[in-house]
């Protein structure tokens, strides 16, 4: 027992090991390998699928499938099929097969490899058979996005539920502004930007009009070296912005959701 160098010359690292920390760096993640040769593609020619080349990597056990790598489909009964890549690390093994059942698909061997030796079948595609044809069918296969495009969507998704919009504002007297909502959850979850006098931004969280009784809370905002206090007031699907100074103006109101 001790400390067993892994990153050092000499190191004598087993496929255990190796295959641990890939899967720590593929995040826990199991599939194919997205965006790097074919993905692992198919065709059906002739009751013969054949796949292109692509990787795919199991519990850290990295795999590549060769290019033109074939499976054939005997047409000898009503069946859903799905070629699997089988990855058994008790027998060091890793082959392409079918798995077929009447009526649904078959059912799959997925052990969990980080902890124990066993067989965890990868599914490939899927295929529906009769006496006479094979067809291939519409599978949700596992896939490996790169970190690249994960960050790339979760950027997407951020800008799309973080978006704002400009209110158009009523004035209901010298320095007193009103504007609609479509009800208290919108700005309640919202952050609620006011520009006074063009120079002066006011950030205010929506939810600070529910934390006390009465739906409205006071803010203070400085033009040039005065403080000034600011309500803000919530009833019936509006708010009401009361600036401290009936000569100072709004010229912008945004919500941020």
């Known amino acids: 027992m001790g400390v067993q160098k892994i990153t050092f010359d000499g190191a004598n690292v087993s496929a255990k090991q190796d295959a641990d ?3 720590f760096l593929f995040s826990n993640e199991i599939g194919i390998l997205r965006s790097i040769k074919t993905e692992v593609s198919f065709t059906l020619a002739n009751n013969i699928i054949t796949f292109s080349e692509g990787y795919a990597v199991v519990y850290g056990r990295l795999l590549y499938i060769e290019n033109n790598t074939t499976v054939n489909v005997n047409p000898d009964s009503s069946r859903q099929g799905l070629v699997v890549l089988g ?3 008790a027998t060091n093994q890793a082959t392409i097969y079918t798995k ?15 902890n124990t030796n066993g067989l965890y079948e990868l599914v490939l595609c899927a295929y529906s058979k009769t006496t006479t044809s094979v067809t291939l069918n519409a599978y ?3 896939l490996i996005d790169t970190p690249a495009t994960k960050l790339t969507s979760l950027r997407n998704d951020i800008r799309q539920e973080f978006n704002y919009q400009r209110k158009s504002l009523t004035t209901v007297s010298s320095g007193v502004y009103r504007f609609s909502v479509n009800g208290s959850i ?9 520009m006074v006098n ?7 969280p929506g939810a600070m009009l529910f934390i006390n009784t009465g739906s409205n809370t ?15 007031s919530y009833e019936n699907n509006f708010v009401t912005v009361s600036l401290g100074n009936t000569t100072h103006r709004i010229t912008a109101l945004f919500l941020y959701r």
Do not use: C, K, W
């Open 198 to 204: 063009i120079s002066t931004s006011v950030v205010i």
């Open 140 to 142: 949700s296969r596992l």
């Open 186 to 194: 919108e700005i309640d979850q919202s952050l609620m930007v006011v």
């Open 218 to 232: 006071f803010v203070t905002y400085q033009v040039g070296s005065s403080s000034f206090s600011m309500l803000i």
């Open 87 to 89: 990855v058994n690390t």
């Open 100 to 114: 077929e059942n009447a009526g649904s698909y078959p059912s799959l061997t997925r052990d969990n490899l980080l």
């Open 21 to 23: 920390l890939h899967h």
